[in-house]
């Protein structure tokens, strides 16, 4: 007696289910964007030229950037103006990146080495860097700047081009945004103008990674000191760098507001904080050094004129092994020729000692 009843009540609650369902919004998660930019216009310019996009051709030199390359690409109504600024390596393009980056710029969703704000966007890949501005007036969607992002260097740069790139300082109490890697003077003053840069040693191989760290919070203000961690291409310049930086700054001295260590070839300094934050800050730091090989970069050829290269180099060294031989062979000859002159009765010169093996069998 129950069955029907519970078929009816089936068919009640599909007939209430399908007539929902049109009330409905459909729900779509894009797991790629869809903006399709379009490249309008691209030109060659200067380094001079990035000051109208903010920048300082100064730094940029320091950083080796030699031209750069200006972009428009439109969306519907929307258009962005991308400059592609040509660095010598990754490292360089990822300083551009840090030293560019405020604390405002906020991290770009899945899309790594890369920073948004109101006025725009910077995004490190391989050896450039590539810098997104927004028109007066124009508002991009996260979704369509990410699209761009992607266009023009994916979603992450390869393993091995992150590998390359500095180590990063510790996180703990590492204000975002804050993390700078310089590789000269003129972003040295501008980023810590209290740290004379002749004191760093840029002409010595110095690259210098600079952050600020939240050390103490008293009451409503917050405690901040910069660490400046400097590293040099072997110990011996480390040890002379650090000695006339005690020298000059009164380093690690009683009412001092910096403080610093040395190890191996790493001078690590603490400024704008007392002894206790300064120790803080520095008993994060670990050095564990290494040798590493700087890779020849391989140029704008192809992959498959690399190939080409390879093969031709393969048939050249055949060809020179197959010469020493046969100019190996022929010099036996001649050799065995002057001994029968000149030394007949010697076993090279004689020609009855030439067999290998002689069995007198009878």
């Not at 990146?97 to 991290?107: D, G, I, N, V």
Request: charged share 20%; with cysteine.
């Amino acid at each position: 007696m129950d069955r029907p009843a519970k078929t009816l009540s089936l068919w009640g609650a599909l007939a209430i289910a399908c007539a929902a369902a049109p009330a409905q919004k459909p729900s779509v998660i894009p797991l790629v964007p869809a903006a399709d930019w379009h490249l309008v216009s691209s030109e060659k310019l200067a380094v001079d030229a990035v000051r109208g996009w903010g920048g300082d051709p100064a730094v940029e030199q320091e950083y080796g950037v030699k031209a750069i390359e200006h972009r428009t690409y439109t969306l519907e109504s929307k258009t962005a103006d991308v400059v592609m600024e040509e660095g010598p390596d990754a490292s360089a393009a990822y300083g551009l990146l840090t030293y560019y980056r405020s604390e405002a710029m906020q991290p770009v969703r899945a899309v790594d080495l890369a920073a948004s704000g109101s006025n725009g966007a910077l995004m490190a890949r391989g050896r450039f860097l590539a810098r997104v501005i927004f028109r007066a007036g124009a508002e991009i969607p996260a979704n369509h700047l990410r699209a761009l992002l992607i266009l023009l260097g994916g979603e992450r740069p390869p393993a091995d081009v992150m590998a390359a790139l500095p180590a990063f300082l510790p996180a703990a109490g590492l204000a975002p945004g804050s993390e700078k890697y310089l590789l000269g003077p003129v972003a040295a003053h501008n980023v810590v103008p209290s740290l004379p840069p002749d004191l760093i040693g840029f002409s010595q191989g110095a690259e210098v990674q600079v952050g600020t760290y939240r050390t103490e919070r008293q009451a409503a203000a917050e405690k901040q000191a910069t660490l400046v961690a400097i590293t040099y291409p072997t110990s011996e310049i480390a040890r002379e760098r650090f000695g006339l930086i005690q020298k000059n700054l009164r380093l690690n001295q009683e009412g001092a507001s910096i403080y610093g260590s040395r190890k191996g070839s790493f001078v690590f300094l603490v400024l704008n904080a007392d002894s206790k934050s300064a120790t803080k800050v520095l008993d994060q730091l670990n050095v564990a050094e290494g040798v590493s090989w700087d890779q020849k970069y391989p140029g704008e050829k192809s992959v498959a004129l690399q190939m080409l290269e390879i093969i031709v180099s393969n048939l050249i060294l055949t060809l020179v092994l197959v010469g020493f031989s046969v100019v190996g062979g022929i010099g036996i000859v001649l050799a065995k020729r002057l001994a029968r002159k000149w030394f007949p009765d010697s076993a090279f010169g004689n020609p009855e000692e030439e067999g290998l093996i002689v069995l007198n069998l009878k």
